[in-house]
């Protein structure tokens, strides 16, 4: 299972980060990623990284949201710097992984609330 945390409420300009455990039993994770979803909209892609730490981001965050990994503790993280309130959305993190028995399927976290006030 993924296990979110660090959400919270914080003003225009600050910063947060958020991070997601893997647990259980795991063969092996390929990518993972995080997801949000602001009220009335879809689920969008914040940003995505490899197994060999290749990341993308969405537009709307290039510059100010950093995703990265740690392998060892099957974790990913989000920092996120010089947030707006259209950052405002419950945060999901995602993961491509291969448990000790079973086939390669994506996990999804429970979500993680952030809420940027102006």
């Known amino acids: 299972q993924l296990q979110a945390s660090g959400g919270g409420l914080v003003q225009a300009g600050g910063s947060l980060r958020l991070s997601c455990a893997a647990s259980?039993?795991?063969?092996?994770?390929?990518?993972m990623g995080w997801y949000r979803q602001a009220p009335g909209k879809q689920r969008e892609l914040v940003a995505h990284?490899?197994?060999?730490?290749?990341?993308n981001y969405a537009d709307s965050v290039k510059h100010r949201f950093t995703i990265s990994r740690d392998n060892a503790k099957n974790t990913v993280y989000l920092q996120m710097n010089s947030l707006k309130p259209e950052d405002t959305a419950v945060y999901y993190c995602n993961a491509y992984l291969v448990p000790i028995q079973g086939v390669l399927r994506a996990y999804w976290g429970q979500g993680t609330l952030v809420t940027v006030s102006s």
């Open positions: 990284i490899t197994s060999g730490s290749s990341t």
């Open positions: 259980g039993s795991i063969f092996s994770i390929n990518s």
